[in-house]
């Protein structure tokens, strides 16, 4: 078996010193160079195979941060492996210490279509595989034609309206990755975070529902669902390509921010749904009466075309598999949840009926989202706010 391993890693905002990414906010040369060397302490913790990074603005200040990592890595090397003069070299334990690097790796960037002027910049996504890519890699997020839903007409065959979306708010990064003997495609991807998403009126200096000594709670609540639409929306869009992967046989891992949890309407799009017990027990499309069901023939048929195309989660198939029972990657007013996500397709689970590879373990970094019993809580600006997660795979020869 060959091992994998494979993380995500939203580092908060990437960019060069004195850059003003935010409007007023941007990173002094002192800060920039805290922000990379902790970066590049994570980097060296995970150590994976393939990385997907999510709010990163340029692609230089990601290859700093690589190139750091190398260098702490390679100084670890140095200070914990034995050299070849030493019988014991060989033990598992050094294996463990030993620190790959990414001096042959390639990064495939993603900018954000949607970027701006300096204060009002957009981020984007990288990729970064120690493997390569077996094609170049594709970046999704100008939909042609647009995507519109229209949603299905109410009592009296009234129209009941429609939603359109002509672009993401940010880029997913798809790309093929040699794993083992096979290729897996991976989707990187960081869906629109439930921040309310307010209009700005022509002419105004900003949104009305931004000023909060006006808190109007109706406009903020349709902020919410401007953006709750959009991420279902992008959700939708990854599915789709998602979809066309597995069924052309490839094996998919679909991982980053997704803003939601496992089972959130938003991860369940993306996953797939959930085959019914049985739908032998179930009303028929087409009934034409009461006890009109499905066959069990049909029940088959109906559960295998469901679970040909699901996808499962890394951290579920954990806390499964484990004693753990519960997992996290965000904090934030006292809520722990895990809004970052790794997705495999079923040839990595144990059931599959034509595997290619099983999941051995999950990690998960969160010690820097805790309430002080790590030195860099509580929230430091320069840390990310998300913790990182890898799964880590063994992969059938």
């Not at 994998?4 to 935010?22: H, Q």
């Not at 390639?106 to 009002?120: H, K, L, M, R, T």
């Not at 989707?187 to 700005?200: A, D, M, P, V």
């Not at 499309?285 to 023939?297: L, P």
Request: one cysteine or more; a negative charge.
């Amino acid at each position: 078996m060959t091992r994998f391993t494979i993380a995500s890693f939203n580092v908060k905002n990437l960019i060069g010193p004195d850059k003003e990414y935010y409007q007023f906010q941007s990173y002094t040369p002192e800060e920039y160079a805290w922000k990379k060397a902790w970066l590049a302490d994570q980097v060296v913790t995970l150590d994976a195979d393939v990385i997907g990074f999510q709010e990163i603005f340029e692609e230089d200040a990601l290859r700093d941060v690589v190139t750091e990592a190398d260098r702490r890595g390679s100084a670890a090397n140095d200070a914990n492996l034995p050299g070849d003069d030493k019988a014991y070299r060989k033990k598992a334990i050094f294996r463990k210490l030993a620190y790959d690097g990414y001096d042959d790796a390639s990064i495939a960037f993603a900018p954000n279509v949607n970027d701006g002027e300096p204060g009002q910049r957009r981020p984007g996504l990288a990729i970064l595989s120690r493997h390569g890519f077996a094609e170049p890699p594709e970046v999704i997020q100008v939909l042609d034609p647009p995507l519109t839903i229209p949603f299905q007409p109410l009592g009296g065959g009234a129209e009941s309206g429609s939603f359109t979306v002509s672009r993401l708010s940010r880029p997913i990064l798809k790309a093929r990755v040699r794993a083992g003997k096979h290729s897996v495609t991976v989707f990187n991807c960081h869906l629109k975070s439930k921040l309310g998403e307010y209009r700005k009126p022509p002419g105004a200096p900003y949104p009305s529902e931004a000023d909060l000594t006006r808190y109007d709670p109706v406009g903020r609540a349709q902020g919410a669902l401007r953006a709750a639409l959009r991420r279902m929306a992008e959700a939708w869009v990854l599915r789709r390509e998602i979809v066309a992967e597995l069924r052309a046989g490839r094996s998919v891992i679909a991982l980053g921010d997704f803003n939601d949890g496992e089972h959130a309407v938003s991860s369940e799009i993306i996953s797939g749904e959930v085959p019914f017990k049985n739908y032998a027990w179930m009303l028929r499309h087409d009934a034409k009466g009461y006890n009109d069901r499905y066959s069990k023939e049909e029940h088959e048929q109906i559960t295998r075309d469901i679970e040909q195309v699901r996808l499962h989660s890394a951290e579920h198939l954990f806390v499964k598999k484990s004693a753990r029972d519960m997992v996290y990657t965000s904090a934030f007013g006292g809520v722990y949840e895990s809004i970052d996500q790794i997705y495999l397709s079923r040839h990595f689970t144990p059931d599959a009926p034509d595997p290619r590879g099983e999941m051995e373990y999950f990690s998960v970094l969160n010690d820097h989202l805790t309430d002080g019993a790590h030195p860099e809580a509580p929230y430091n600006k320069l840390a990310s706010d998300h913790g990182q997660i890898m799964a880590h795979l063994n992969l059938f020869d």
